[in-house]
């Protein structure tokens, strides 16, 4: 079957699973396997192989199934004892039509653990939106299938995963030396406590340990709980699940804190009630831990012992910014780019130094595919919203610099970048060239 090239997301939460015994088979001489990783967006991304073609899947703690939603363009792949279910997920909308595939060969790129009765979900026929958000291809999600056999270590500062085949003494003297903390296993998805203080109270929060969530923390307002949005907030576009937009506020907690680590000031998303109203919620569940949060540390998850290990890293005291420009902006495609160089036959070169016959000058032209941008949200009140920028408006330049030559992350960092600093945008709007300038205005 052939998968269509889609658009996904950052934040991906479903309500349904796939009932399996899948299991990953080591397929290596050494005790422990090393696997690379890129990480975008706080995201880990991941090679790996389904049914013979090369993919690139996010790690993914907070998905109870193995997803795939978009496929690399000009190929083909098999899925196996297909059939179609309705499923629901975060944001505003109805179920969608979904495929269940089973008994299908998985493996990492190179073959060191191998599932030949690998479950999956093919979601076909929905606007996701990860690959244009991320600017680079993503193919799917990589679900709870693959910690429930070994212990998985995480090395966020270094890029880099392992599998532990068994509790050996090295692997034990390690996680002796880090912290611990008791996890409950549900639905096959890992839920973490962590002490949460904010409007001058102090609250525990069970929240789900989710890698594949891009924000640091999620919560759910609740007053028994004593968890709320602070007075300081802005509305905010949050992400885009299988059932639409997902809406809410965002602010800051004052303190995060788990066993002897505290975080402060950390952003904190509260998506709106509308948005979770068809998820089916763990009861006492108060929220989602996400890979900003996650990377701040280096894990060892035991999934069957349920306890994870971990210490700080080198990204521990980032900190943690937001977009103060209210754009966001959307990977569009790609266009044809040309560059002028003047041919080697008009040139000569004596003692190391070039020289140039302007007489008989000829060019040649080079072409590049790059990649192009648009906006395609911006929050009410912004800096760009105050400025005149819309929807749909296509970038050209960015502070002087042509827009191809940033990636989806370097815009991402210059909106993030520091307060005031002066925003110079070019657009094209109905095909009209227009020029707009503002600051980075800090709201939280």
């Known amino acids: 079957m052939k998968i269509l090239d889609s658009n996904i997301k950052i934040i991906f939460l479903l309500l349904w699973s796939i009932n399996s015994i899948a299991q990953l088979e080591w397929n290596s001489k050494k005790e422990k396997i090393k696997i690379p990783f890129e990480l975008t967006h706080n995201l880990i991304i991941v090679d790996v192989v389904i049914n013979k073609v090369d993919l690139k899947m996010i790690l993914d703690t907070g998905s109870q199934s193995n997803l795939l939603f978009s496929f690399p363009e000009n190929d083909s792949i098999e899925f196996y004892n297909p059939r179609i279910i309705n499923i629901k ?45 991320l600017g680079i291809p993503i193919n799917g999600i990589l679900g709870s299938s693959f910690f429930k056999d070994y212990l998985v270590e995480i090395n966020y500062a270094k890029k880099k ?30 839920y973490v ?37 602070s007075n300081k907030y802005f509305n905010d576009f949050l992400g885009k699940g299988l059932g639409g937009d997902i809406m809410g506020k965002k602010s800051r907690v004052q303190k995060l804190k788990i066993n002897k680590f ?80 003047i041919n080697k036959n008009n040139q000569s070169d004596v003692n190391n130094t070039i020289y ?22 911006i929050r009410l009140n912004s800096p760009a919203d105050k400025a005149g920028l819309k929807i749909g408006d296509k970038l050209i330049k960015l502070n002087g610099k042509k827009s191809y030559n940033y990636s989806i992350q370097k815009i991402t960092d210059l909106f993030q970048s520091e307060e005031g600093k002066k925003i110079k945008i070019e657009v094209e709007r109905e095909g009209e060239i227009l020029e707009f300038e503002f600051y980075l205005e800090k709201i939280l």
């Open 161 to 190: 995963l392992f599998l532990h085949k068994k509790e050996n003494k090295r692997i034990t003297r390690k996680i002796k030396k880090l912290n611990s903390t008791k996890i409950n296993i549900i639905r096959d998805k890992p």
């Open 89 to 133: 997920g975060l944001g505003y909308g109805e179920s969608l039509e979904a495929i269940v595939s089973s008994k299908n060969t998985f493996s990492l790129k190179n073959e060191s653990v191998i599932d030949e009765n690998f479950d999956i979900l093919l979601i076909t026929n929905h606007d996701i939106g990860l690959i244009n958000k």
């Open 356 to 377: 140039l016959d302007d007489a008989n000058l000829s060019y040649s032209f080079r072409y590049f595919f790059k990649p192009s941008f648009i906006i395609k949200k």
């Open 262 to 341: 505290e975080l402060l000031d950390a952003l904190v998303s509260f998506p709106d009630s509308v948005s979770v109203k068809s998820l089916d919620l763990i009861k006492g569940r108060n929220g989602s831990l996400g890979g900003e949060i996650i990377k701040r540390f280096n894990w060892v998850l035991d999934y069957k012992n349920e306890t994870f290990y971990f210490t700080k890293n080198s990204l521990f005291n980032e900190r943690f910014n937001y977009n103060m420009s209210g754009i966001e902006v959307q990977h569009s495609g790609v266009e044809i780019v040309s560059e002028k160089f």
């Open 193 to 229: 406590n962590f002490n949460i203080n904010n409007n001058n109270s102090e609250a525990e929060a069970k929240l789900l340990f989710d890698t594949g969530l891009g924000d640091g923390l999620w919560l759910f307002e609740n007053d028994e709980a004593q968890i709320k949005c």
